[in-house]
């Protein structure tokens, strides 16, 4: 199980603000840094921008505070108990700054961390538990985004942002040019990114969210074929039909059947 020792959500401090741990604290340390900040990483001071993550390895020196203007931060002290150390099988580094695509994702699972700690609840260690492994799992997939973005990561939070759109909005009228329109880029040059960053067209993004939506409405409603290919996105039922069939291998009303 993961434990928490302590926590806090939105944390503000004044200028002047320091943490200094000559010897370190026997428990992991993660920071979510949403402020301009001062580190010393490997005994020099740097300045750090916002929307970054520092995660402090055991009984290791830290030192770090604000940089002239106010600083705000949430924070973890956590280890774990009676299982292996799940940080061995994540990509997240120790002692090293990095910035992160959706910190605010982050950020809300601390807020629910503070919440359950501050509440009596019954299953209230099971909980800080999920969220923390959430957290951690979060934070090592948004390290990773930002590997595969390497040079174009300037584009990667508001490409995330169109595609969470695409699948929270399959209907909409998607096309290549609205796309790039969107970010603000030529439309070769948007495709290249989207590919790029997710190893799929925009295009059979916008298919595949629209199948996937499809397919919840034909496992829980009994909507007829054509109002579920209407609510998809879909300008006729026989298009639908024909392009469900391509990516699934069977029919909408064959799908119908066989998920019940």
Not at 87 to 113: E, G
Request: hydrophobic share 35%; charged share 20%.
């Amino acid at each position: 199980m993961i434990t928490v020792t302590n926590c806090g959500h939105d944390s503000r401090h004044k200028t002047g603000f320091r943490i200094i741990r000559k010897t370190g604290v026997p428990n992991y340390i993660l920071l979510l840094v949403k402020t301009d900040a001062l580190f010393e990483i490997k005994g020099k001071m740097i300045v750090t921008e916002p929307n970054m993550a520092i995660l402090f390895d055991k009984n290791t020196y830290t030192h770090y505070g604000s940089n002239m203007g106010f600083y705000n931060d949430d924070w973890i002290h956590f280890d774990f108990k009676d299982e292996p150390c799940l940080l061995d099988t994540l990509n997240i580094p120790f002692n090293q700054p990095v910035y992160l695509p959706f910190i605010s994702h982050l950020s809300a699972y601390v807020r629910q961390l503070v919440q359950e700690s501050n509440t009596p609840s019954k299953h209230k260690d099971a909980i800080k538990d999920t969220l923390m492994r959430t957290l951690l799992f979060s934070l090592d997939s948004q390290i990773a985004l930002n590997r595969n973005a390497s040079g174009d990561q300037k584009y990667i939070t508001k490409m995330n942002q169109l595609r969470n759109e695409i699948h929270n909005t399959p209907q909409k009228k998607w096309s290549a040019q609205s796309m790039a329109d969107y970010m603000n880029l030529s439309i070769s040059y948007f495709q290249h990114l989207y590919k790029h960053f997710f190893k799929i067209s925009c295009i059979q993004e916008v298919i595949q969210a629209r199948i996937l939506r499809a397919k919840f409405y034909l496992k829980t409603t009994d909507m007829s074929i054509r109002v579920i290919a209407e609510l998809c996105g879909y300008d006729n039922e026989l298009h639908f039909m024909r392009q469900f069939k391509k990516f699934e291998g069977i029919t909408p009303s064959q799908y119908r059947s066989y998920s019940r």
